[in-house]
């Protein structure tokens, strides 16, 4: 797969306000500091996602609709003290709805930081997209900061401990690693849903 056209849609947090249409989702998540919004820039080849100076700007789903055919879902990131406690709690609320209750949502990818793998959050959140039954893409990000045994330690670690049936896609958005097999999974990702849902 490769994105050719990118186009913002909306901003929502409530079920009742996300785009209509039966096309699949692709939601993106990970920690407020662990590069998400550089690597959708850097995946579509556009600025599509603002990168803050401070983490946890992002505070609504944003969706945008990647050729046509699928929404990539920018989540809100999780895990940043200074948002103020009751945004969080929506967060966890909705969140977890649209995880748990959205039929158009094919997988989620998450994004752990290489250099220090999976935290508890990370974790909570795993076990949210295993309890709904979602498929999951999971990313190492900022593979440029670490060496080449540190990198191939953390994938096998990771793997191991969220039990995965194949290795996290390890990327850098600065040298560029990664990009055509993440791309890969998220068209398998897309596929599988797809397969599940013909003729609905």
């Known amino acids: 797969m490769e994105i050719k056209d990118v186009t913002f849609d909306r901003s929502a947090l409530r079920a009742n306000?996300?785009?209509?249409?039966f096309v699949p989702h692709l939601a993106v998540a990970g920690r407020s500091n662990v590069g998400k919004s550089s690597l959708l820039n850097w995946l579509c080849r556009r600025q599509i996602a603002r990168v803050a100076k401070a983490p946890g700007k992002?505070?609504?789903l944003n969706f945008f609709l990647v050729n046509r055919s699928f929404f990539l879902v920018d989540?809100?990131?999780?895990?940043?003290a200074k948002v103020h406690k009751a945004l969080r709690e929506q967060w966890n609320v909705e969140l977890g709805r649209y995880v748990a209750a959205e039929e158009r949502l094919a997988g989620v990818m998450t994004l752990i930081d290489i250099r220090h793998g999976p935290t508890a959050l990370d974790l909570e959140l795993q076990r949210m997209i295993l309890d709904a039954?979602?498929?999951?893409?999971v990313v190492l990000t900022k593979a440029?900061?670490?060496?080449?045994?540190?990198?191939?330690?953390?994938?096998?670690?990771?793997?191991?401990?969220?039990?995965?049936?194949?290795?996290?896609?390890?990327?850098?958005?600065?040298?560029?690693?990664?990009?055509?097999e993440l791309l890969d999974?998220?068209?398998?990702?897309?596929?599988?849903?797809r397969e599940r849902h013909q003729g609905a």
Do not use: C, F
Request: aromatic fraction near 4%; avoid cysteine; charged fraction near 25%.
């Open 17 to 21: 306000a996300i785009p209509k249409g």
């Open 58 to 60: 992002t505070r609504m």
């Open 75 to 80: 989540l809100p990131g999780y895990g940043y």
């Open 133 to 137: 039954g979602r498929e999951r893409i």
């Open 144 to 180: 440029d900061k670490v060496g080449r045994s540190h990198r191939s330690r953390m994938q096998h670690d990771v793997q191991h401990a969220l039990g995965t049936a194949t290795p996290p896609v390890v990327v850098s958005v600065n040298s560029g690693e990664g990009r055509k």
């Open 185 to 193: 999974s998220m068209e398998r990702v897309l596929t599988l849903w």
